[in-house]
């Protein structure tokens, strides 16, 4: 596609709820990043993957998250037993070289998650 | 760990005048990369402008250019000719070779004045 796609564009959880959250990326852009956006701060990095492959998930705030690409193209972001500590905006980005260093990130346009 | 450091939350400044947006970071690496993103409204995140730590040049795109003071370990954003299209949050990110993500730092809102 033309740009990164992200839905839902919003999600409201209970809390205990489980979420799942899509990205399509741009049509060959090897390189995916999930970021988590709280309200009035930056962007924290949680997982990257290289094709379908999860190269770094340091970020991901507990063993409630989980992300996968399988096959190195549309990749979900799956929150379980969501808590209201979870609400923020979910970043997917995409980049046509492995870092994002050389042409920086296209970036979607978030799903904002509120847990209630 | 790297940090970067964004000391101004707001900003304003009248169309068609210029304003600089700050941004500090810390690192002891002498390779990496800076960035300034947008985001507006609708949050979708756009790229700015792009500088090498490598490069002495500072990079510029259009009216947007910034001041790369490396011993210094500052990264300012000038928008010339300011637009009302140019409102939104600014936020500078670091990235280093190898890490595959980049550092943000926590935003600086830009209001423009008719």
């Known amino acids: 596609g033309a740009g990164v796609s992200q839905s839902p564009r919003y999600k409201v959880a209970k809390r205990g709820q489980d979420v799942a959250l899509r990205c399509d990326p741009i049509?060959?852009?090897?390189?995916l990043f999930w970021y988590q956006q709280a309200l009035g701060q930056g962007p924290e990095f949680l997982t990257y993957?290289?094709?379908?492959?999860?190269?770094?998930k340091s970020g991901l705030p507990s063993d409630r998250f989980f992300a996968e690409r399988p096959e190195g193209s549309v990749s979900t972001l799956k929150i379980q037993r969501t808590q209201q500590e979870d609400s923020a905006v979910y970043l997917c980005?995409?980049?046509?070289?492995?870092?994002?260093?050389?042409?920086?990130?296209?970036f979607g346009s978030g799903t904002r998650l509120t847990v209630v | 760990a790297q940090t970067v450091t964004q000391s101004q939350p707001e900003m304003s400044v009248q169309e068609a005048e210029t304003v600089t947006l700050s941004c500090t970071y810390d690192?002891?690496?002498?390779?990496?990369?800076l960035f300034w993103y947008k985001q507006p409204p609708s949050r979708q995140m756009i790229l700015v402008i792009r500088?090498?730590?490598?490069?002495?040049q500072n990079a510029t795109e259009n009216r947007f250019s910034v001041n790369f003071q490396k011993a210094a370990k500052s990264f300012s954003l000038k928008i010339s000719d300011s637009q009302l299209g140019d409102a939104a949050m600014y936020f500078c990110?670091?990235?280093?070779?190898?890490?595959?993500?980049?550092?943000f730092g926590t935003g600086t809102r830009l209001k423009v004045l008719a």
């Open positions: 980005a995409s980049s046509l070289d492995f870092s994002g260093d050389n042409y920086g990130y296209t």
């Open positions: 690192t002891s690496e002498s390779d990496y990369y």
């Open positions: 990110a670091y990235s280093s070779p190898g890490t595959y993500k980049y550092i």
């Open positions: 049509s060959g852009h090897v390189s």
């Open positions: 993957f290289q094709n379908e492959a999860q190269l770094d």
């Open positions: 500088q090498e730590a490598y490069k002495q």
